[in-house]
């Protein structure tokens, strides 16, 4: 890692889906970091090499939010962290669009796996957070690429935890872990989630136009932005408001 420090190389690659720099020309999102969009491994900071079959322990930074009871805001479930494989070596996950259910290999609670423990006016002193990995002892030998997600917001429109702070990386697949020699037992294929057409139906519901409650509409009437239950315009880019959690229901996309 950079000189060590965990903490700081995890806050450095840490990527914002909902942030502006991360939209493209097409108004979609990239998955990750600019400069983890390819395999180069800065010094100190090499590509991590294990065997299939082999279980890793991720490792970030809870910043205050491990804590139900102490975190920030209080008393908030910290969402979700996920892992996502590309599916074959030296393959990519370019675009937050493709980091669906059938891609994704671990998933837990942000705090499940964590050490907290007060500190000055009982405030979180996140000691550590982590989780596990099992690699697949049929994983391809090579570069195989994954993406490390964090879901902090539960979207009510689309009734899901939607993934909004990631960061990438790869694992050089060198042999097989030992005692993992039986034949590997056939994949499981998660069946991919349909949560944007749910997105969808609730377009054609009523929403409140500009979040004010006096100003009902429904359907095609309606802006096309939708957040929950406010529905608001583009603005002068053509874009709707970069809050996380939204649906553009024009363009029939996540926000």
Same mark, same amino acid.
């Given at each position: ?44 900071? @090499?590509?991590? #090499? =294990?065997?299939?079959? $082999? ?8 910043? &205050?939010?491990?804590? *139900? ?54 405030? @979180?002193?996140? #000691? =550590?957070?982590?989780? $596990? ?8 030998? &090579?570069?195989?690429? *994954? ?57 054609? #519901? ?50």
């Amino acid at each position: 890692m950079d000189n060590g420090d965990w903490i700081r190389e995890s806050t450095y690659y840490l990527w914002d889906l909902a942030g502006e720099r991360a939209s493209n020309e097409e108004g979609g999102r990239h998955a990750c970091h600019p400069t983890q969009r390819e395999p180069k491994y800065p010094d100190k900071a @090499p590509c991590t #090499k =294990a065997k299939a079959g $082999q279980s890793l322990r991720l490792r970030f930074w809870g910043n &205050g939010h491990a804590s *139900f009871q102490w975190g920030r805001p209080l008393h908030r479930d910290p969402g979700l962290v996920r892992v996502y494989w590309a599916g074959a070596k030296n393959k990519e996950i370019v675009m937050a669009s493709e980091l669906t259910p059938d891609k994704m290999m671990a998933e837990g609670n942000f705090s499940a796996d964590a050490v907290t423990m007060p500190k000055d006016g009982n405030l @979180p002193n996140d #000691k =550590a957070n982590w989780m $596990q990995l099992n690699l697949p002892v049929n994983i391809p030998q &090579g570069r195989n690429m *994954f993406v490390w997600t964090w879901a902090p917001i539960w979207d009510k429109f689309a009734g899901r935890w939607r993934d909004q702070y990631t960061t990438c990386f790869d694992i050089i697949v060198e042999g097989k872990e030992e005692g993992n020699n039986i034949s590997p037992p056939p994949p499981v294929v998660k069946p991919i989630d349909d949560n944007d057409a749910k997105a969808k139906e609730q377009c054609a #519901k009523e929403c409140s136009r500009g979040g004010q409650k006096q100003f009902p509409c429904s359907g095609d009437n309606c802006p096309p932005c939708r957040y929950d239950s406010g529905c608001y315009d583009y603005n002068d880019q053509g874009k709707c408001p970069n809050w996380p959690g939204g649906f553009d229901c024009k363009k029939g996309q996540a926000i």
